[in-house]
């Protein structure tokens, strides 16, 4: 007798899921290109399979990421103490990372009032960014990072935030699939999960108009907490979509001494010996995490993660390295935070990369 479309769906999850294991999560090319020639039943589950197969083969792509932070980002570049150069991007990519997230404050370069027109200049040096990143190789994401307003007053916010996507998505619209967006950075204070849950719908639309494949990545509230994962719900019929989260767990050991945090300095001299207790935690918090990818077919980027400089050297490297692996079990893509700044993993005046670091990032002896 011929089975039902529901059986039909049936069979096919109980294949998938028998014959393919973690690639919900990790996926890669070669699974997506098998995928395709495998018989799904209904409309319905080829068009979740084929969600799942895209997101999960761009998560891919990035692999190993570095954040060119406080750059960018800063009010004004180089007013935290780095200004882009190409030989930046060089050694990233001689290193042997895939992608770079580059952080950038385009609020500070744009008008305040509608239409919130984003200077030709600052486009420029963001253009040359870009180019430097894709003429290497190297995977490219460009975010809205550091954009105040928003997490103050979001009501006034959101529309700022929706018009500069617009500006931004077009200009980048010719632009190669290896140019990544995401929406923004660490979204908290009064920019609520239901505040952002509800922002995202009319963000991804402005991005959509003029960008309809473009990979665009979308993290939970506060701070991008993989806790808060839960709370964020994205369109199943959108099949480019990675989500992000940021971990920085212990934070007294991974931000002692940060002059952002008050009090920070009392925390100076803490150690992570990797203990069984602090490996458990850190399993535990990206098991959650991966359950919450799974259930949802989403691939995870940890597009943050790093120990600031005041922190002991064995410490920073037994951390990163933890972190990492940890990520990469799982089918994590990620970035570390960041290149060359108080959690650098680059002295910008030896131009060198710190050794312990380094090796703990790339897994080499």
Same mark, same amino acid.
């Not at 290109?33 to 990035?62: F, H, K």
């Not at 991804?204 to 990545?217: C, F, G, K, W, Y």
């Not at 964020?232 to 480019?240: E, F, K, N, T």
């Given at each position: 007798?011929?089975?039902?479309?529901?059986?039909?769906?049936?069979?096919?999850?109980?294949?998938?899921?028998?014959?393919?294991?973690?690639?919900?999560?990790?996926?890669?090319?070669?699974?997506?290109?098998?995928?395709?020639?495998?018989?799904?039943?209904?409309?319905?589950?080829?068009?979740?399979?084929?969600?799942?197969?895209?997101?999960?083969?761009?998560?891919?792509?990035?692999?190993?990421?570095?954040?060119?932070?406080?750059?960018?980002?800063?009010?004004?570049?180089?007013?935290?103490?780095?200004?882009?150069?190409?030989?930046?991007?060089?050694?990233?990519?001689?290193?042997?990372?895939?992608?770079?997230?580059?952080?950038?404050?385009?609020?500070?370069?744009?008008?305040?009032?509608?239409?919130?027109?984003?200077?030709?200049?600052?486009?420029?040096?963001?253009?040359?960014?870009?180019?430097?990143?894709?003429?290497?190789?190297?995977?490219?994401?460009?975010?809205?990072?550091?954009?105040?307003?928003?997490?103050?007053?979001?009501?006034?916010?959101?529309?700022?935030?929706?018009?500069?996507?617009?500006?931004?998505?077009?200009?980048?619209?010719?632009?190669?699939?290896?140019?990544?967006?995401?929406?923004?950075?660490?979204?908290?204070?009064?920019?609520?999960?239901?505040?952002?849950?509800?922002?995202?719908?009319?963000?991804?639309?402005?991005?959509?108009?003029?960008?309809?494949?473009?990979?665009?990545?979308?993290?939970?509230?506060?701070?991008?907490?993989?806790?808060?994962?839960?709370?964020?719900?994205?369109?199943?019929?959108?099949?480019?979509?990675?989500?992000?989260?940021?971990?920085?767990?212990?934070?007294?050991?991974?931000?002692?001494?940060?002059?952002?945090?008050?009090?920070?300095?009392?925390?100076?001299?803490?150690?992570?010996? =990797?203990? #069984?207790?602090?490996?458990?935690?850190?399993?535990? /918090? $990206?098991? &959650?995490?991966?359950?919450? !990818?799974?259930?949802? @077919?989403?691939?995870?980027?940890?597009?943050?993660?790093?120990?600031?400089?005041?922190?002991?050297?064995?410490?920073?490297?037994?951390?990163?390295?933890?972190?990492?692996?940890?990520?990469?079990?799982? =089918?994590? #893509?990620?970035?570390?935070?960041?290149?060359?700044? /108080? $959690?650098? &993993?680059?002295?910008?005046? !030896?131009?060198?990369? @710190?050794?312990?670091?380094?090796?703990?990032?790339?897994?080499?002896?």
């Amino acid at each position: 007798m011929m089975p039902s479309a529901q059986q039909q769906h049936e069979r096919a999850t109980s294949e998938i899921r028998r014959r393919f294991g973690a690639w919900l999560i990790a996926g890669s090319l070669a699974v997506a290109t098998g995928l395709s020639a495998l018989s799904l039943g209904t409309p319905t589950m080829r068009a979740a399979v084929a969600t799942e197969t895209d997101a999960v083969s761009y998560n891919r792509l990035l692999g190993r990421g570095m954040n060119l932070g406080n750059a960018l980002d800063a009010p004004k570049e180089g007013a935290w103490g780095i200004t882009l150069a190409p030989g930046y991007f060089s050694a990233i990519k001689e290193a042997g990372f895939n992608s770079v997230r580059v952080p950038i404050r385009w609020s500070a370069h744009a008008g305040n009032e509608p239409p919130y027109t984003i200077e030709p200049a600052f486009f420029a040096r963001v253009d040359w960014a870009v180019e430097q990143a894709l003429s290497r190789g190297l995977v490219a994401i460009i975010n809205v990072h550091h954009n105040d307003e928003i997490h103050r007053d979001p009501a006034t916010g959101i529309p700022r935030l929706v018009a500069l996507w617009k500006q931004i998505a077009a200009h980048y619209r010719s632009q190669p699939e290896r140019l990544y967006f995401e929406l923004l950075n660490e979204p908290h204070d009064q920019l609520t999960d239901e505040r952002w849950q509800a922002a995202i719908p009319e963000l991804l639309q402005a991005v959509r108009d003029s960008n309809p494949d473009r990979v665009v990545i979308i993290g939970p509230g506060n701070w991008n907490d993989a806790a808060h994962l839960p709370a964020l719900r994205l369109p199943s019929s959108d099949p480019r979509l990675i989500v992000t989260f940021h971990y920085y767990k212990p934070f007294p050991f991974t931000h002692q001494g940060s002059p952002a945090v008050r009090d920070s300095g009392r925390w100076r001299g803490t150690v992570w010996n =990797g203990t #069984s207790e602090e490996r458990a935690q850190l399993r535990n /918090d $990206f098991d &959650a995490a991966a359950a919450w !990818a799974e259930r949802n @077919h989403r691939p995870l980027f940890l597009g943050e993660f790093g120990a600031r400089r005041d922190a002991d050297m064995t410490s920073r490297a037994s951390w990163t390295r933890a972190v990492a692996r940890e990520a990469e079990r799982r =089918g994590f #893509s990620w970035a570390y935070w960041e290149f060359g700044s /108080d $959690f650098g &993993a680059y002295d910008l005046a !030896a131009r060198s990369w @710190h050794a312990p670091l380094l090796q703990a990032l790339m897994d080499r002896p």
